[in-house]
């Protein structure tokens, strides 16, 4: 499949090492998870944190699309590092236009156009990369052409969505990722996937990606304030979080479910590989980025943003996105072990469900106190699981080495 008279394209061969050029090419990505993050703490209401992830899924597609090509591919090889180049500054100007790319501000270009139009550039890269890559297999390029239809579907109603405005363009960007992901799916499973290792290492890498988004969203917001005892306090309670939810991702889960996909062959490998990845990582990423945006407001409480005090509470939408968005991390974890390993934790799923219950008691606590509840509820779901499975949990992880 190796292209190196027309293209210079070479073959991953099962190599499973992400290159150094798929971490640069997340490095605008992070930046970009940055940008939704302060776009909804800009705006946290009902419809600011649904337009957020509104990006977010938008953002995501392109970067699954670049996680299946540099599968096949190496990164940092002939033409397709030219490729790679290119994708990331279109993604670059697509995240500093995420502030307007809903609503456009005075002057210059219009940024909702110039998002569509990124993004298009984005998605085109990625196709006539794997047009390249099926040169010599068939049913790979019969894959591709099934495929731009979504993709056509998605750009021309994102640039119609650039024309409107409120709910009718809303609703048309809801259009237009409904009309890509079910393209997506009605396409089939012809893709290939030349290592199960790189693949599950590329997502496990985005999870961490977006865990440190969090951290830095957070340690931004305060760095400016005088510290003190109360800041030192919240910011380890919120460290403590995002640690929680990298246990809960890395711990086992992440082995167990890397040996399931690689175990799997055929068009049953490419299925897990996009459902429970591609499609189940992206509630995962919506969870951590919701959390974050909690995780900043309450910081900004604790540090006297706004005229708070350490007695105000944490309420309202900022309190629904800092637990909510634990619970749907929690839940897309859940969906996505069960469909790659066939296994449901329910103790995860019952932890989702006592964070949501104790959203409307935490909004008459201070935000410091709503830190330590979460903070509290995920390590006792953690200690439970470290216990219940112990015998498991340490076969698995001496088994392979870590």
């Known amino acids: 499949m190796a292209t190196p ?11 499973t090492t992400v290159t150094t050029l798929e971490l640069f090419f997340d490095l605008v990505f992070v930046f970009a998870l940055t940008q939704v993050t302060d776009l909804m703490a800009d705006d946290p209401s009902a419809v600011g944190l649904f337009r957020g992830a509104l990006i977010l899924t938008v953002l995501w597609w392109c970067w699954v699309g670049y996680a299946w090509l540099c599968n096949v591919v190496k990164a940092d090889e002939g ?9 990331m500054g279109a993604m670059f100007v697509a995240a500093i236009t995420i502030p307007e790319s809903f609503d456009d501000l005075p002057g210059g270009l219009s940024g909702p156009v110039v998002f569509a139009a990124c993004y298009f550039v984005v998605r085109a890269v990625h196709i006539v990369m794997f047009w390249l890559v099926s040169a010599g297999d068939p049913e790979l390029r019969k894959q591709v052409l099934r495929f731009v239809p979504s993709m056509a579907i998605g750009t021309v109603l994102l640039l119609a969505a650039s024309q409107t405005s409120g709910a009718l363009q809303t609703w048309l960007w809801v259009a237009a990722i409904v009309g890509d992901y079910l393209g997506t799916l009605v396409a089939g499973t012809g893709w290939r996937l030349a290592s199960a290792g790189h693949f599950a290492e590329r997502h496990g890498l985005i999870v961490i990606v977006a865990l440190g988004e969090s951290i830095v969203a957070t340690g931004i917001g305060i760095a400016q ?4 005892w109360p800041i030192i306090a919240a910011s380890t309670l919120a460290l403590i979080v995002s640690a929680a939810l990298w246990w809960a991702y890395f711990d086992v889960t992440a ?10 062959d055929g068009a049953r490998q490419i299925q897990l590989a996009r459902n429970g990845f591609s499609f189940l990582h992206l509630p995962m990423i919506i969870g951590i980025i919701m959390m974050s945006l909690g995780l900043k407001k309450a910081l900004g ?3 006297g943003d706004d005229d708070y005090t350490l007695a105000d509470p944490l309420y309202g939408l900022p309190l629904v996105a800092l637990f909510g968005g634990v619970a749907l991390f929690l839940l897309a974890h859940v969906a996505f072990t069960r469909a790659v390993v066939g296994r449901t934790k329910w103790e995860r799923v019952v932890a989702a469900g006592v964070l949501v219950a104790l959203i409307p ?3 008459m606590v201070p935000a410091i106190w709503t830190l330590v509840i979460l903070a509290a509820v995920l390590v006792a779901l953690l200690g439970f699981e470290t216990r219940r499975y112990a015998d498991e949990r ?3 992880r001496h088994a392979t080495g870590h």
Do not use: N, Q, W, Y
């Open 361 to 363: 008691p935490s909004s």
């Open 255 to 264: 082995i167990v479910t890397e040996k399931a996909l690689h175990a799997a």
């Open 5 to 15: 008279r027309r293209a210079r394209l070479e073959t991953r061969d099962g190599l």
């Open 225 to 228: 304030k005088p510290i003190s």
């Open 301 to 303: 409480h604790v540090a």
């Open 394 to 396: 340490h076969e698995i």
């Open 79 to 87: 033409v397709i590092r030219v490729a790679m180049f290119a994708a």
